[in-house]
Structures are given as C-alpha cells and as structure tokens.
C-alpha cells in the first residue's frame, strides 16, 4: 500500500511532496534544510485530488518514516484520527474570520503524536478577506511544530499575500484511462462502464465512482443533460430550471440529513441528554438551547453550500455536452465526453450555429460566477435556461 495510490495520473506532485515530506523528518530532527517549508499549497482542478494529496501529504508529515503507508500514524490519518491532523472544511459557502482564529489558535498547538501538527484547509479559495487576513501571520510566522496545506483549485485564486508565502505543488486533470483503471483495480468496477464513469467525468475521481457505482446519479447525469435537447418555448425552460434545482436539493437532503441528526445526537449526549429528574432535564434543555441553534445555523449553510455545488456539476455536465457539440460542428477529431449520446450530439450541431453554442456555453459560465457569488438558484438556473432557449 502506498500513500499515494489515490493520486492517479499525479507522478510529478507525488515526487514533490514525498521530497518534502522527507525534508520536514530531517527539520524535525534539528537540520537545516534550506528548501523546507511550513505552509504548501497544493492546486489543481475539480477531481484532480486536491484533498486527498493534502491528506496523504499530512500522513507522511506525521510518519516516523516520511510516508511509510504502513505504520498506524500513517493508517490514523487517512483515515481522520489522528490527534495532530486537522483537516477542516467551510461549513457553509465561506470561512468566516471567527472560525479561521479559532483555526489558527488551534494549530499553534504542539504535536501530541508525530513532529508536526498539520492542517489541511481544504477550498482555501473560500476565505474571506477578513478570515485572510487572519490567517496570514500564523502562515507568515508558524508555531515551530506546525505545518499548513491549503488546497485550492488554482494559485489565482488565492489572495497574493497567502500564495506568495506558500509552496505551490501543482496538480492536473488524471488521464480518463488511470482513472478508469483505478475503478477497475480499487472497486471492481466492469472495465466499459469504468471507461464511462472516467470519461463522463472528465477525470474527477469521486465524481467517476459515484457514476460507475450509483444508478441515481447516473440518472441525475441524464436528466441534466436532457434539458440540452428539450427547451423548446419559456415555460419548459422554467420547468426544467425548477426540476434542475429540485433534484439538487433532494440530493443535498439525503447527503447532509444523516450527518445533521448525528451532529444533533453527540451535542445532545455532550449536554447530558437522558439523564433522569425534571430538573436536570429541564438544565439541559436550557444549556442546550444556544448551542444547538448554532448548530443549525452551521447546518443550514453546509445545506446551502451543498445544493451548489451539486448544481455546479450540473452546469459542468452541460458545458461539456455544448463542448461536444461544438467538436462536431467544426469537424474536430477531439474525443466526445457524452459519446454515449452521439445522435443527440449531432441534431443539435445540425440544428444549430457554432455562434449559437458560443452563446449557450458562455450563458452556464456566467450561471456558476452568479451561483458562485451567492446568487439565488431558482433565478441563476430560470435565467440560465431562457438564454439557453433564446441563444
């Protein structure tokens, strides 16, 4: 078992970070190492593997042979137990300035286990202004034990100020065949329907597991790209946009509903809950109340977030279906994502002019920079497909 083994199509990144992992045991141990840093970030697209790199880079940070794969620090990482790896994520579309001290207060805490204590921030692109600024004097002057990895789709996206103190560790977008071949070697997957997943997906890892394994999103994939070929007046661009949004919300529903009840469960449990008299119940129910409206409010945004970014892949689905139908109308001998639904592909590149699905690719990237920018979903995915129609 190596560290690495879900970073497919990643040579040159794994040899980087496996580099600096080494470099930090050596620092760790009192020598000098002149190219040895204490904050990475680590870039790359959607599904490239940005999160996992940060994780398997924080399990050889904390293993007593920089990435052995095998030891139990190494095994309590990957697996989110270790007590000197922090891996946060922004509960709902940002993180907030409170949250990014409480962060950074943590963090300057000493290792309990291994020589670094380690943060992986995950979507470091989400930080506010405000929670930048707090965070860049713990970047700029870490705690001695501490090592911080933001991950990030690319180094534009994050504040100059953070990037410009960071090591950067580029990532690309895996090749279809190592993700379909991880697929087949990692989850048993038929080796035609790993090359579908992996190709649909256009190289997200998860997003190519969840295709190959699950008839529902498979199902959601098709709805989604039906909206390309059904808008034919007004009132179907606005049933289509409701069902667009309804289905991204049930999603999100089922994803976050389970998670939602166990948080509510452990703070429940934490406060006393079922402890016996009616006076204790009673001073439970009174210390309760404060934290779990906090809770819910933590809940509603990590709802909020999750809808939009199930709504984000959907508009990435349909980009590339107007990406195919481009590469046919100018004749291009590029491989097609959606190739499965070629005789779709080919009446609209008939029915329509290169100018028209120009329009109509430029029209979704301007309905993920309003999703992006907080902008209602039923009008970002109502005004999305009445461009679409009149395009």
Wanted: aromatic fraction near 4%; charge should be negative.
């Amino acid at each position: 078992m190596s560290l690495w083994d879900e970073l497919v199509g990643q040579e040159v990144a794994v040899a980087t970070l496996s580099q600096a992992a080494a470099e930090a045991l050596r620092a760790a141990a009192g020598d000098h190492i002149a190219s040895f840093s204490q904050a990475y970030l680590i870039t790359g697209p959607p599904g490239s593997g940005r999160s996992n790199a940060g994780l398997a880079f924080a399990a050889a940070l904390v293993c007593p042979q920089a990435g052995c794969g095998e030891c139990d620090q190494c095994a309590a990482a990957l697996r989110g137990s270790h007590p000197d790896v922090e891996r946060v994520a922004p509960a709902g579309l940002s993180y907030g300035v409170a949250d990014t001290r409480d962060l950074v207060m943590r963090a300057a805490t000493a290792p309990m286990r291994g020589p670094w204590h380690v943060v992986v921030m995950e979507d470091a692109d989400r930080l506010t202004e405000q929670a930048t600024n707090a965070l860049l004097k713990a970047i700029e002057e870490p705690s001695e034990r501490t090592v911080w990895v933001l991950c990030a789709p690319s180094t534009e996206d994050v504040l100059a100020t953070i990037r410009s103190r960071c090591r950067h560790v580029a990532l690309r977008t895996p090749p279809t065949e190592a993700v379909a071949q991880l697929l087949e070697q990692r989850d048993g997957i038929d080796p035609a329907l790993a090359t579908f997943a992996a190709r649909a997906a256009m190289g997200h890892i998860g997003r190519a597991r969840a295709l190959a394994l699950d008839d529902t999103s498979r199902m959601r994939r098709h709805e989604i790209l039906k909206v390309a070929t059904t808008l034919e007046n007004l009132p179907s661009a606005f049933m289509a946009a409701a069902g667009v949004v309804e289905a991204a919300t049930d999603d999100a529903r089922i994803e976050t509903d389970a998670r939602d009840l166990e948080e509510r469960d452990d703070m429940m449990t934490a406060f006393g809950a079922g402890a016996e008299g009616k006076g204790v119940r009673q001073s439970i129910q009174r210390g309760a109340s404060s934290a779990i409206k906090e809770l819910e409010q933590r809940q509603r945004a990590r709802r909020t977030r999750t809808v939009r970014d199930r709504l984000d892949i959907a508009m990435v689905d349909l980009l590339a279906f107007y990406r195919d139908v481009l590469v046919l109308q100018f004749g291009s001998s590029g491989d097609l994502v959606h190739a499965e639904m070629r005789p779709a592909l080919e009446a609209l590149a008939a029915s329509s002019t290169p100018v028209q699905t120009r329009r109509r690719m430029e029209a979704i990237v301007r309905a993920r920079a309003a999703l992006e920018a907080a902008g209602a979903p039923q009008l970002v995915l109502e005004s999305l497909a009445v461009d679409l129609l009149s395009a």
